[in-house]
């Protein structure tokens, strides 16, 4: 037999003495950080608050959930973003994941993906995770989407397809690898997250250094170039990284790639 709960009867039941008294009791034989990280592992619903049944007829339609009402209204927010309104909607969406905490770890991939192809509306993005990371303090959460997020990004095959087909991959990788390098630049200026900015322009140099095509090292000094305008702002580019793509300018037979590293190392 199945016992259904409406959200009602849930919250009486976990706000009960009986339930409570039983909760602490198998809490201290439980290892709570394990049962944790195997929680975070579980994959995310990405279509969790659309799971109600979709009915056209009004009589028929149930009022929607408080959680379709938080993504919904999350996801908004995000799309009508902008320097004028960033810090009322920030304001807004913090104060409904509150309310909503479990929504936390959907809320952070939502915006981790919106960052990606959204370049321009990034620091309001990253404004917005460190707000809630302030809240939530999950670190371990937010690197490991970011590290998720990374291999979904690097895993894109933009060789196996029609000609045009691979350019528009090849464009849409270059897209979010550029978003990648501005998040993780502002996400870890803010100290929210640390070892990520040096280790990718690390990873990038050596691979420039790599034989590859073309197409890859200018994906690979365009996330450079976006990186040192976050971490270097007006200062000077640091030493090693300056002989490095000095090197790699001398050695470059593209054009193209020539020039664009010329524009890295003189901060155009």
Do not use: W
């Amino acid at each position: 037999m199945t016992v259904h709960y409406d959200n009602e009867s849930l919250h009486e039941l976990f706000n009960s003495d009986e339930f409570t008294s039983e909760f602490k009791i198998r809490q201290g034989g439980t290892d709570v950080h394990r049962l944790q990280r195997f929680l975070d592992s579980i994959e995310i619903n990405k279509m969790y608050h659309r799971t109600g049944v979709s009915v056209k007829n009004k009589k028929y339609r149930h009022k929607m959930s408080k959680d379709t009402t938080i993504i919904k209204s999350l996801k908004t927010s995000l799309n009508k973003m902008s320097s004028i309104n960033y810090k009322t909607l920030i304001d807004e969406i913090v104060s409904s994941i509150q309310e909503g905490p479990h929504l936390y770890p959907m809320t952070i991939e939502i915006v981790l993906n919106q960052s990606l192809l959204h370049h321009q509306y990034c620091k309001y993005y990253v404004d917005l995770l460190g707000k809630l990371h302030i809240i939530f303090n999950r670190t371990d959460l937010l690197c490991s989407a970011i590290h998720k997020l990374y291999q979904e990004i690097t895993g894109i095959d933009d060789t196996t397809n029609s000609e045009y087909t691979n350019l528009c991959e090849s464009n849409n990788k270059t897209d979010r690898l550029i978003g990648y390098s501005i998040l993780i630049s502002g996400l870890e200026q803010l100290g929210i997250i640390e070892g990520y900015i040096h280790k990718s322009i690390e990873d990038l140099l050596l691979e420039l250094s790599q034989d590859i095509s073309d197409e890859k090292r200018f994906q690979g000094c365009l996330c450079i170039q976006n990186i040192f305008k976050i971490l270097y702002k007006d200062s000077d580019i640091k030493d090693t990284y300056v002989i490095v793509l000095t090197e790699l300018r001398d050695t470059m037979k593209s054009m193209k790639i020539k020039f664009k590293i010329m524009d890295i190392l003189e901060r155009r």
